[in-house]
């Protein structure tokens, strides 16, 4: 599995590096360009992201504008709902229009931080992304 983790804090980054890296491949991104240009070359190398972990609060370009383009670019390539990313919000923000906002643009789940790395491991099972143990 190829995993995207747009995080611009050091230590969020290693967290989930280190988790995820159990189940996959891992990428970083510090910003929402950055993020951007990773899933292109991905798709462009012909090995997209299966996942993405995206923060919301980071430099250049939030993530909620990320996750929008994203799912534009997907729309313009015409890739099917089924076939997507599946991109998981990682951020400390709880307010309710953030995660309405966030599900509305494509989200397939939010996750608050600190991150619980067991309901985390439990919702990439319920995605499909991985086998429960």
Same mark, same amino acid.
């Given at each position: ?43 462009? +190398? ?7 972990? &995206?923060?919301?609060?980071?430099? #250049? %370009?939030?993530? /909620? ?42 989200? +397939? ?7 619980? &790395?067991?309901?985390?491991?439990? #919702? %990439?099972?319920? /995605? ?6």
């Amino acid at each position: 599995m190829r995993i995207l983790i747009a995080e611009d804090d050091f230590i969020g980054r290693k967290l989930l590096q280190k988790f995820l890296s159990q189940y996959g491949e891992c990428d970083i991104a510090v910003n929402g360009m950055e993020a951007i240009d990773a899933y292109l070359a991905a798709h462009k +190398e012909g090995t997209p992201y299966h996942l993405i972990c &995206l923060d919301i609060m980071m430099p #250049v %370009m939030d993530g /909620l504008k990320v996750l929008k383009a994203i799912r534009d670019i997907e729309r313009q390539k015409g890739i099917l709902d089924k076939d997507r990313v599946k991109i998981i919000i990682t951020t400390a923000l709880n307010d309710r229009k953030t995660v309405s906002e966030s599900y509305d643009s494509g989200c +397939e789940a939010y996750a608050w931080k600190p991150l619980d &790395l067991e309901k985390f491991r439990e #919702v %990439m099972v319920k /995605l499909g992304l991985i086998a429960e143990a």
